[in-house]
């Protein structure tokens, strides 16, 4: 089992920074990496970035350039900086185990219960 807990959302106004977090906890092992995803209302959910335990990334081409993904290894926790909001990256986020193969990020079950972000134009 692996427990995820996104905390870090709240009201922003365009143009401002958010940083969200995700806390993992129990059978970390059976993953590599941590992806972060968001479902914007009456839309599917998205996958939006990752990052593995050696720190490799992957991001989606709508934030490259505006998220930043980290990790810190000690304390199980992958941080994701989000600048230059948008009123358009407003969504609850998510973040999910899984593993980063060849370049790719692949999903697992295991998912956080979600972090709203509301961006205000």
């Known amino acids: 089992q692996v427990q995820l807990v996104e905390s870090g959302g709240g009201l922003v106004q365009a143009g401002e920074s958010l940083r969200l977090s995700c806390a993992a906890s129990?059978?970390?092992?059976?993953?590599?990496?941590i992806g972060w995803h968001r479902q914007a209302p009456g839309k599917q959910r998205e996958f939006v970035a990752a990052?593995?335990?050696?720190?490799?990334?992957n991001y989606a081409d709508a934030v490259k350039g505006r998220f930043t993904i980290s990790r810190d290894n000690a304390k199980n926790t992958v941080y994701r900086q989000m600048n230059s909001l948008e009123p358009e990256d407003t969504a609850v986020y998510y973040c999910?185990?899984?593993?980063?193969?060849?370049?790719?990020?692949?999903?697992?079950?295991?998912w956080g219960n979600g972090t709203l972000v509301t961006v205000s134009s």
């Open positions: 999910n185990a899984g593993n980063i193969l060849n370049g790719r990020y692949f999903g697992t079950a295991y």
């Open positions: 990052v593995s335990v050696s720190g490799g990334t």
């Open positions: 129990g059978s970390t092992h059976s993953y590599n990496a």
